[in-house]
Structures are given as C-alpha cells and as structure tokens.
T-cell receptor
Framework: SAVISQKPSRDICQRGTSLTIQCQVDSQVTMMFWYRQQPGQSLTLIATANQGSEATYESGFVIDKFPISRPNLTFSTLTVSNMSPEDSSIYLC??????????FGQGTRLTVV | QQPVQSPQAVILREGEDAVINCSSSKALYSVHWYRQKHGEAPVFLMILLKGGEQKGHEKISASFNEKKQQSSLYLTASQLSYSGTYFCGTVYSGAGSYQLTFGKGTKLSVIP
C-alpha cells in the first residue's frame, strides 16, 4: 500500500507564530488534501492541493491563514499562520492514489499556548 | 453538506453486534468507512461505490443502498480492539474530485 509521511507528529507553539507541516508521499499523486480535526470533532477539509496551481480552499478557510505549497507530485506543505489557541487541532494530509481509497498521514497534533 | 451518522455512541460487550448508519441528502458516488483510535490518524476500513454492493473485512462488513443514499457498517462478534470512533466519509456524485465529507462519528466502546 502507499506510504505517506507527515511531520512533525506534534508540536507546542506560542500564539502569534507559524508552523509548517510537511507531507511526503512515496508515489506521484495529482491531488492531495489537508484536513483539520478539532478536539472531539470530525475531520473537516481545509483545502485541496493541486500540483502546478493554487490550492482550492473550503468555506471558512483562507490562504492567508493556511498557505499551502505543492512543488511537485509527491510533496506538500501546510502552514498554520499567526496561530491562536483556537488553532489547536490535529492536522492531516491525505491523498487518493487510485482514485478510490484515501490514505492519511499520521497527523500533526498542534497545541497553541 | 455533512452526512448524518447514527448512533452517536454505542457500548457493547465483547461478542455483541452493532450497526452504524450513514445517511446523505445528496447523491453519493462512494462511501468510505474509517476507524480512529484516540490520538491516532483514521484507519481505512473499506470503500463502497454506488451499486448497492456489500463488502466484508473479517467480521466487519458494510452495505450501500444507492436508492436511500445510505450506508451501514456491521460489526459482528465485537472484540475489544473494535473500540474507537467510526467515521463515514462521502464523495458526492459530480463532485469532480475525491475530497471526503465526514460525518460526526460514532463512538464505539467494547467492554469485557
């Protein structure tokens, strides 16, 4: 099965700072997705990261707050900018290698203090 | 629009069975089922494409009723390892991509 590596696995950050989360896939994929899971909640899609074009953001998420890069077909980053305690969540990247099953990274548990 | 999962929570004794439902008000292309344990990423269980098929994975199986836009996850002879939160994720027909919209989850607790 496909391998997806996400890092860091967890971090504790000061409010007002930024954190960049990296996601590496072992095969080339067209679309990668970034999700947020707030404590005790379900997963919510932040954006779709497409190689060679700007990310597509879902309602409630903006590029200034969650800039995304997708320099090639195996790598993507999500930055959480100007963090506040409300940003404390698990962030997950995912991709769909065969157009069906979705694979998730291990997740990044972010705590903002 | 988020699919609706039911029940929100269920407690089982080892060996008992459970059914978790996932309903959508929009036409579905596929339904994905995941289990998440506390502090871990979701783990893929199975995917069902429209067509009413049923799939199985050891003692866990699922069905997809295209007419009702509903999927059900069946857990039989539950084991302690089945404990966790189960999410259904839906891909809507005509969405143009494979982004998943998740239900709120069903917390399953299996006790000895």
């Amino acid at each position: 099965s496909a391998v997806i590596s996400q890092k860091p696995s967890r971090d504790i950050c000061q409010r007002g700072t930024s954190l960049t989360i990296q996601c590496q896939v072992d095969s080339q994929v067209t679309m990668m997705f970034w999700y947020r899971q707030q404590p005790g909640q379900s997963l919510t899609l932040i954006a779709t990261a497409n190689q060679g074009s700007e990310a597509t953001y879902e309602s409630g998420f903006v590029i200034d707050k969650f800039p995304i890069s997708r320099p090639n077909l195996t790598f993507s980053t999500l930055t959480v900018s100007n963090m506040s305690p409300e940003d404390s969540s698990i962030y997950l990247c995912s991709f769909v290698p065969l157009g069906q099953e979705t694979f998730f990274g291990q997740g990044t548990r972010l705590t903002v203090v | 629009q988020q699919p609706v999962q039911s029940p929100q929570a269920v407690i089982l004794r080892e060996g008992e069975d459970a059914v978790i439902n996932c309903s959508s008000s929009k036409a579905l292309y596929s339904v994905h089922w995941y289990r998440q344990k506390h502090g871990e990423a979701p783990v893929f269980l199975m995917i069902l494409l429209k067509g009413g098929e049923q799939k199985g994975h050891e003692k866990i199986s699922a069905s997809f009723n295209e007419k009702k836009q509903q999927s059900s996850l069946y857990l039989t002879a539950s084991q302690l390892s089945y404990s966790g939160t189960y999410f259904c994720g839906t891909v809507y027909s005509g969405a143009g991509s494979y982004q998943l919209t998740f239900g709120k989850g069903t917390k399953l607790s299996v006790i000895p």
